[in-house]
């Protein structure tokens, strides 16, 4: 069983940063994909960014060359750093794990960020 909580969330003008953090109970393998997703007001929850075993990272289009995701040596941590803000990128930020061999996805309760325009 796997719990995860995110935090970092907050409230920044356009144009600022943050970083968020997330933090998993449990056992995470090395060939689990780990996630961020965000959902918006009256938006469908869209893929962030994520870490494929093997595959390096990936990002949607919208974040390219703001966002970072990364996984220091802590395995258990991993984070989403969130440059140059836009107001649309207003939602809430959920980590997500998906599990190599049951295919079973984990996510944690999420965390609000609101870009002020």
């Known amino acids: 069983q796997v719990q995860l909580v995110e935090s970092g969330g907050g409230q920044v003008q356009a144009g600022g940063s943050l970083r968020l953090s997330c933090s998993a109970s449990?056992?995470?393998?090395?060939?689990?994909?780990i996630s961020w997703y965000r959902q918006g007001p009256r938006m469908q929850r869209e893929l962030v960014a994520s870490?494929?075993?093997?595959?390096?990272?990936k990002y949607a289009e919208s974040v390219k060359g703001r966002f970072t995701i990364s996984r220091p040596s802590a395995r258990n941590t991993w984070y989403l750093q969130m440059d140059k803000l836009r107001p649309e990128d207003t939602a809430v930020y959920l980590c997500?794990?998906?599990?190599?061999?049951?295919?079973?996805?984990?996510w944690g309760q999420g965390t609000q960020v609101t870009v002020s325009s």
């Open positions: 870490m494929p075993e093997g595959s390096g990272t």
């Open positions: 449990g056992d995470i393998f090395s060939r689990d994909t």
């Open positions: 997500h794990v998906f599990r190599y061999d049951t295919h079973y996805n984990y």
